[in-house]
Structure formats: structure tokens, C-alpha cells
């Protein structure tokens, strides 16, 4: 699913795509920020990824990237073999975690991006106690309505969906469908936020090792300081 925002947040295209030459041809060739949830570069064969690392250091649980899990656990790097479709010129082709942006999105309504950072372990505290819904189906009649319709009042307080909700349906095949999309936008937000600079956004990683993007406030790109110095000192991390 790929949607596109534009720099108002309102919802301006919305299309279902499957195979990655239908993915290419839905982002075009035009210039801005394409958000994409999957990994685009994955160079290590185990382990976990940089930015996964830092991410784990400030309470944000991330599927641990490797070579060797995705080939067991997705047959293989989907995102790594797009990546030469979805690159054009004056593009910048980062990835994005919905759950991440969500629950950035959670804490920001209690917390405006402007308000003062909380002391470190304030902030942690509040930090763990906001979780971003459950909202894509686990297995065969497993769907979860209430989930999915949370997740689209999250983001409808900062996206114009121009109307789109998700649609109580039978079976697993609509929530499933319905999930992408909220994936999709919320990907796209991730994009416009770093885009348009106006609030804060998180970046971490490089093209090459695999790039994260998430809005942020000071808190979290504080306590992401913080975590980046003494990973760094430690040769923990390469970023």
C-alpha cells in the first residue's frame, strides 16, 4: 500500500499495489521524502542493525534485522531489492516504524513537541507507559476493529484522510487491507514531518546501514543523545 500527503497532511493518493514493479510505479519519479515500512539496507548477517540497537536503548521494541533472520523469517530482504525502484533524483528514501510514530504521536498529545523535556528518568517512566494499539490481525479470525479504529484517531488528529476509515468486514483479508493502509499513512506522516522541519523528527542510521526516521520531541532525541554518546564510546555502534 503506498500513500502520499501532501504539505498540508491531507491524504492525496491511496493506492494498492503488490508486486514491487506495480510499488515503483505508484511512488513515481517525483522529488520529496519516501518513507518505506521494511528495511532497505540490511548489511550485517546477524544481529541487529544500528539503529535498531539505539532504538532498544530507549524502550522501542524493532524486529532485529539481519540477513540471516529476515531470509528465515520473510524468505528474504523485499525492501533491500526495492530500494533501486523507489530511488530518483532529489528523493531521499528512508524507513519508518507505524508502531514508532503512533506512539510518538500518543505522547505528544499529552506532551507537545515545544513543552520542556522531562528529566531523563521522568521521562523514561512516562515513556514505558504508552503503547501504541494492537491493530493488525495475528492469524485466521483474529482482527482486532478496536485496535484499528484507535490507530486511525491517532493519526486523523495530525493527517486528513479525506474521508477514509477503516470498515468492519467479515473474514481477515478487509482488516488486513485496512492495517496497510494505516501502515502506509502513518509512514507518510513520518516523511512529511521530517520534510517540512517545522516539529522535530529523529534520524537515525545512514543509507547504507539502514536509515530510521521518526518524529520526535526533545525528549526523546535527548535521551536518543544521551544513548548514541555512550554507544559510540563503547564501539557499540558504527552511526
Known amino acids: 500500500m503506498v500513500a502520499e500527503l501532501d504539505g498540508s497532511g491531507h491524504l492525496t493518493a491511496l493506492t494498492e499495489c503488490g508486486p514491487d514493479e506495480l510499488v515503483g510505479a505508484a511512488v513515481g519519479a517525483e522529488p ?43 524468505g528474504g530482504i523485499r525492501g533491500e531489492a526495492l530500494a533501486p525502484a523507489l530511488a530518483a533524483p532529489g528523493r531521499l528514501v528512508v524507513e519508518a516504524v507505524p508502531d514508532l510514530v503512533l506512539r510518538q504521536l500518543m505522547w505528544e498529545e499529552r506532551h507537545p513537541p515545544g513543552a520542556p523535556a522531562l528529566e531523563l528518568g521522568a521521562y523514561r517512566e512516562a515513556w514505558l507507559g504508552i503503547r501504541p494499539p494492537r491493530y493488525r490481525p495475528k492469524g485466521a479470525g483474529r482482527a482486532q476493529p478496536e485496535g484499528l479504529a484507535e490507530a486511525h484517531a491517532i493519526l486523523a488528529r495530525v493527517v486528513d484522510m479525506d474521508g477514509w476509515t477503516p470498515r468492519r468486514r467479515d473474514g481477515d483479508w478487509g482488516p488486513i487491507a485496512d492495517a496497510a493502509v494505516l501502515d502506509a499513512i502513518a509512514c507518510a506522516y513520518a516523511a512529511l514531518r521530517l520534510g517540512a522541519g517545522a516539529e522535530p523528527s529523529l534520524v537515525l542510521g545512514s543509507a547504507e546501514r539502514g536509515l530510521i526516521v521518526t518524529p520526535a520531541d526533545a525528549n526523546l532525541l535527548g535521551r536518543a543523545a544521551v544513548n548514541l554518546e555512550r554507544l559510540r564510546a563503547e564501539g557499540s555502534v558504527a552511526i
Open 32 to 74: 520529496g521524502i519516501l518513507a518505506v515500512d521494511a528495511p532497505l539496507a540490511v548489511p550485517n548477517a546477524a544481529g541487529r542493525r544500528d539503529a535498531e540497537s539505539v532504538l532498544a536503548w530507549l524502550d522501542v521494541p524493532v524486529f532485529p534485522t539481519s540477513r540471516r533472520r529476515l531470509e528465515q523469517v520473510a
